[in-house]
Each structure stands twice: as structure tokens, then as C-alpha cells.
């Protein structure tokens, strides 16, 4: 009997931790907060996180594969402020999408090399590129903080649209995570991922392109932060270059781990990061409905993130054998 008990608490694994938790804040703020299940409200939760999810559908490709990306909010900001500055100084719609393009592909490219091929380890590979495009695309191309979409461009047509009253950015951000989930799953370079991120050095002599995979991570999340990119500027209808300054970049980690995806690799999957973008909306709605201070939701924010992390450390201990599978 007591082994059947054990044996369903390792079951309860950080994943199912969170998604309780997100029930508990929903269940208690649908009591106590005047119009928090109102369905536009319900609406607002999902429609604020869902560019906090692609960018986090991304991140999460790079962490199961065992790396991080730190430039990903820069990459997300600048390469869309160069796009709509291009169009804004009299650039053709295809010539400014393609260099936008250019410059996303080989910020990808030269952070996925310099991990695979030169061995860089990935946090400061992705943290030196992340600063050098925030600072030479903002001294050198373009001349504003922010930069606004012109008028009568698709941007802004995309920003208003509504399918059921219920913004794009949400249908948008469901059809990737459907086709991350179908990447991930059923085809040979998804399984390859966590098979990567669990053993580098196994995958790599059973004959899986290791460092190639390591590249396509990263290109692959560069353009998942150029399309989220240029939702923001849809919604906002320009794009501030000062969020990579922000807390967004934090707010991305968070999403992924929090949900269960392990940072030590070959662990996690849309699902995970479904859970952890429910959790943030959720908590950040209640949380600006009772006004409490920015300062103090970060808080709240970190002090969950380490509960959860802690419990699920209690729950399922790494004993000898799985603490040689993943670690860095």
C-alpha cells in the first residue's frame, strides 16, 4: 500500500504540481474577483500571453535540447524595428521582408555555429549576440526607440482582427504549438532533440547529427521571435526597442521551466509550456486586478517558480542513475 502511495506521488511530477496550483488561482480568483471569469476578461488572459508563449514554444526547442537563448528578445525587437524602418523609409514590402529575413537567419545561424562548432557555451554565445543586435541595429539602423507601422500596412489589419471575438495572436499562437507538438513528436529531427539534450555524447555515437540539430535550434528560434515580433508590432501597432531591457527575457525562462521543462535537457513539450503560460496569465490578471505592485509581482513570480521547482525536487529525488542522464 505504501509503495502503491509512493509510487503515484513520483507520478505527481512538477507539470501536474503547476497545473494545480493555476486551478487553485483560478478557482480562488473566480470567487473573489469581481469580473475575472467575465469572458472578456477570460479572453485578455489568454490574448497576454500568448507572444509570451510562441517566444516561449522557441525557448523551449533551444532548453530541451539542452542549451538556453538569450538574445531572443533582442532578436524578436530589432529585427522588427529594421523591418518597419525599412518600410517607413520608402523599402519595398518584399525587399524589407527579406533583409528582416536575412538578418534573423544569420543572428540564428551565428549563435547555433559558435555553440556547435566552437564549442562556446551557449549562455554567453546568446547573451554577446543579444546585446550586439540590440546595440548596432539601434546605433547604426535605426533612429528612434520606436518605430511605428505605416499606415495601410497588413501589420495593421492583422492587429484587428477578431475570429468569435477573440484576438488573432491566440489562434496563432494555438497553430504553433500544434505544430511544435507534431515536430516534436512524430518526426525523425523532433525525437532527435530530446534524444540530444538527454546524452550528447550518446546521441552522437548512435550516428544523430548533433552539432547540425544544435544549429537548426537556434535558427529555428530566431524566427519564432521575429513572428512574435511583429505580432507585438500588429497589436501595439509599432514595436519599442526598449524591451529588451524589460523583463520579458526572464518572463520566457519562466514560462518554459515553470511548466516542467528541465533546464538540464531532453525533458519537456507544448504541454508543459501550455501549463506554464496558464499559470503566468492567470496569476498576472489576478494580480493587476488587485493592483498589486510591479516590484512585488516579480516576487511572486520567482518565490512560485522555486516552490515548484523545490516540491518537485521532494517529489521525484535524482538518484544515482537519473542524475547521470541530462546534467550538464
Not at 478557482?27 to 517566444?55: E, K, W, Y
Not at 550518446?202 to 521575429?226: D, E, H, K, Q
Not at 498589486?292 to 521532494?314: C, E, H, M, R, W
Request: hydrophobic share 55%; aromatic share 8%; glycine share 10%.
Amino acid at each position: 500500500m505504501a509503495a502503491k502511495v509512493f509510487g503515484d506521488l513520483r507520478n505527481f511530477n512538477q507539470e501536474r504540481i503547476v497545473l494545480v496550483v493555476t486551478l487553485l488561482i483560478f478557482a480562488t480568483s473566480s470567487i473573489f474577483l469581481p469580473g475575472f471569469v467575465a469572458a472578456d476578461n477570460l479572453v485578455a488572459i489568454v490574448r497576454s500571453v500568448s507572444v509570451l508563449g510562441i517566444l516561449a514554444l522557441g525557448m523551449s526547442l533551444v532548453i530541451i535540447g539542452r542549451g538556453i537563448d538569450l538574445s531572443m528578445v533582442a532578436v524578436m525587437a530589432m529585427s522588427v524595428a529594421l523591418y518597419l524602418q525599412l518600410l517607413n523609409g520608402g523599402q519595398s514590402e518584399g525587399i524589407a521582408l527579406a533583409l528582416a529575413l536575412g538578418f534573423v537567419l544569420a543572428i540564428g545561424l551565428l549563435n547555433g555555429f559558435l555553440v556547435a562548432y566552437a564549442d562556446v557555451p551557449a549562455i554567453f554565445v546568446t547573451l554577446a549576440s543579444g546585446s550586439f543586435v540590440f546595440g548596432y541595429v539601434r546605433s547604426q539602423l535605426i533612429d528612434t526607440d520606436a518605430v511605428t507601422v505605416p499606415a495601410g500596412h497588413w501589420l495593421l489589419g492583422l492587429g484587428g482582427l477578431r475570429i468569435a471575438e477573440v484576438p488573432i495572436e491566440v489562434y496563432i499562437f494555438a497553430v504553433l504549438s500544434v505544430v511544435v507538438f507534431l515536430f516534436l513528436r512524430f518526426t525523425k529531427w523532433g525525437r532527435y532533440i530530446f534524444f540530444a539534450g538527454d546524452n550528447p555524447a550518446a546521441a552522437r555515437n548512435t550516428g544523430i547529427p548533433v552539432r547540425p540539430m544544435l544549429v537548426l535550434r537556434y535558427v529555428l528560434s530566431a524566427l519564432t521571435a521575429f513572428a512574435a515580433g511583429l505580432l507585438t508590432a500588429a497589436s501595439l501597432q509599432s514595436i519599442n526597442t526598449r524591451v529588451v531591457n524589460s523583463n520579458l527575457l526572464y518572463d520566457i525562462v519562466l514560462v518554459a521551466v515553470i511548466g516542467g521543462i528541465g533546464l538540464s535537457g531532453g525533458k519537456g513539450g507544448v504541454r508543459n509550456v501550455l501549463v506554464g503560460a496558464a499559470l503566468i496569465g492567470i496569476m498576472l490578471n489576478a494580480m493587476t486586478i488587485l493592483d498589486i505592485p510591479l516590484i512585488y509581482q516579480n516576487l511572486i513570480k520567482s518565490t512560485i517558480l522555486l516552490f515548484a521547482i523545490i516540491v518537485d525536487g521532494l517529489i521525484n529525488p535524482r538518484d544515482e542513475q537519473t542524475a547521470q542522464q541530462g546534467d550538464i
